[in-house]
């Protein structure tokens, strides 16, 4: 296919197979993000292209700062505890059911068979060591200032957190479906520290392969799925 000039985000899913983005330099041509490209394979999978106006900058939940990086990863790559659908209602993602057992603690009761992308069970304390890093200070991470309201993050069990405040805050669902509530695999916060934006690892619908920043973001189909698959 013709590549179009511009900044794009190539989502390119194999269908039923993967997702991938890209981009490039300078501004897409008129109608580029409008007329999504797609071919098929020899075996059959197929690739969807869609440009978009800018590259990603960071592919760290704890990092991100805009909505063009934000929307390569969130709810595709990495997951948080509770996401809103189409008219903004709260409903379960990795958290099946929740509820507040005072002013100050809420109660997430977490999905069971879910694995992150490298292998790793999600579990109440996958959920515990994302919190603890994104509340690090020499992790530094710039959206810390919205979960300064956290005391503790309590594994009760393997499968049921308590999140404890210092003090009421009725906005805390919202942060948590929000891009920065997003799940990361405790062997990968171990294993790449700064570097988690080079190697995101979540429990979504698509696993990470490459990015080659100005050209492409190449994402695979999750065959390990928890949920349906893309």
């Not at 929740?98 to 997430?108: A, C, G, I, P, S």
Request: with cysteine; aromatic share 8%; hydrophobic share 40%.
């Amino acid at each position: 296919m013709k590549r179009r000039k511009g900044w794009s985000i190539l989502m390119s899913g194999v269908l039923g197979v993967g997702l991938v983005l890209a981009g490039c330099s300078a501004q897409p041509e008129q109608g580029a993000a409008d007329n999504p490209a797609k071919s098929e394979a020899a075996d059959g999978t197929q690739t969807l292209i869609i440009a978009r106006q800018s590259d990603a900058n960071n592919l760290d939940p704890h990092f991100i700062s805009a909505i063009n990086a934000a929307s390569v990863v969130h709810h595709k790559v990495y997951e948080g505890l509770i996401r809103r659908d189409e008219n903004m209602e709260f409903k379960p993602m990795l958290a099946t059911e929740w509820k507040q057992l005072d002013e100050v603690t809420w109660e997430f009761k977490l999905r069971q068979g879910v694995v992150f992308h490298d292998g790793t069970p999600f579990n109440a304390e996958a959920v515990k060591a994302t919190f603890a890093r994104v509340l690090d200070p020499k992790v530094g991470s710039p959206r810390a200032t919205q979960f300064q309201m956290i005391q503790e993050v309590k594994a009760v069990d393997d499968y049921t957190v308590q999140i404890k405040l210092t003090y009421p805050y009725s906005p805390l669902l919202s942060i948590l479906a929000n891009h920065e509530g997003s799940i990361i695999s405790p062997k990968a916060i171990e294993q790449y520290g700064k570097d988690l934006s080079k190697h995101p690892v979540g429990t979504g619908p698509f696993v990470f392969e490459a990015w080659t920043p100005g050209q492409e973001i190449v994402l695979a189909r999750n065959d390990n799925y928890w949920g349906e698959k893309v």
